[in-house]
């Protein structure tokens, strides 16, 4: 299936699912505006899930490259099935964040979804891969990692930080009537490397 638009936003029940935790569509709309993504961007995506941000991405980032790293063996045949369903050039790396990164080549933007209790880490080693400019983005739904997200960051270095609290509802039909029905609101942390 070949997705026609460039902004984000590609339908929820289109990816393809598990029990792997998936970003909703319009969390990953103000996540990718947070990124500031160019087509020649390099970007990665850190625990990358169903890989449903990182294929919005590889949509904006047609010149540059889009990595998703994932620790779930469900979640990297799930970035498998969807980057083909939506095809879409991904390198899909299974492993630890911080184990991968340690390898990795510097890189535009990254996004950080899940860390396997090693956010502190990854944030460091994120802001030592970034090109000057470079952007980070935290996606979390806990009120206590929202917290160590942001001391994080500022610890190893990101300026300008930026935090955002996103709550959608959903219109659902109950009878001849429309109830909102709310989604789990999600805190959205932008910093840059200066």
């Given at each position: 299936?070949k997705?026609m638009?460039?902004?984000?936003?590609?339908?929820?029940?289109l990816?393809?699912?598990?029990?792997?935790?998936m970003?909703?569509?319009?969390v990953?709309?103000?996540?990718?505006?947070?990124l500031?993504?160019?087509e020649?961007?390099t970007?990665?995506?850190v625990?990358?899930?169903?890989?449903?941000?990182?294929?919005?991405?590889?949509?904006i980032?047609?010149?540059g490259?889009?990595?998703?790293?994932?620790?779930?063996v469900?979640?990297?045949?799930?970035?498998?099935?969807?980057?083909e369903?939506?095809?879409?050039?991904?390198?899909?790396?299974?492993?630890?964040?911080?184990?991968?990164?340690?390898?990795?080549?510097?890189?535009?933007?990254?996004?950080?979804?899940?860390?396997g209790?090693e956010?502190?880490?990854?944030?460091?080693?994120?802001?030592?891969?970034l090109?000057e400019?470079?952007?980070c983005?935290?996606?979390?739904?806990?009120?206590?990692?929202?917290?160590?997200?942001?001391e994080?960051?500022?610890?190893?270095?990101f300026?300008?930080?930026?935090?955002?609290?996103?709550?959608v509802s959903?219109?659902?039909?109950?009878g001849?009537y429309?109830?909102?029905?709310?989604?789990?609101?999600?805190?959205?942390?932008?910093?840059?490397?200066?």
């Open positions: 299936m997705w638009y460039k902004t984000p936003g590609i339908p929820d029940e990816f393809i699912r598990g029990k792997v935790p970003t909703k569509e319009e990953r709309a103000v996540t990718l505006s947070k500031r993504l160019e020649n961007s970007m990665v995506d625990g990358a899930g169903t890989g449903s941000i990182a294929i919005e991405a590889a949509h980032c047609t010149k490259k889009v990595i998703a790293i994932e620790r779930n469900e979640g990297v045949e799930l970035i498998k099935r969807n980057s369903k939506f095809q879409v050039d991904l390198e899909i790396i299974h492993g630890k964040a911080v184990e991968k990164l340690k390898d990795m080549d510097a890189f535009d933007r990254v996004m950080i979804g899940g860390s209790g956010l502190e880490d990854i944030i460091k080693l994120c802001y030592e891969k090109s400019d470079g952007r983005v935290v996606n979390c739904i806990t009120i206590e990692t929202l917290y160590e997200s942001i994080n960051l500022k610890k190893s270095g300026k300008d930080l930026d935090v955002v609290s996103v709550n959903r219109g659902k039909a109950l001849r429309t109830l909102m029905e709310a989604l789990n609101p999600i805190y959205i942390i932008a910093g840059i490397k200066k």
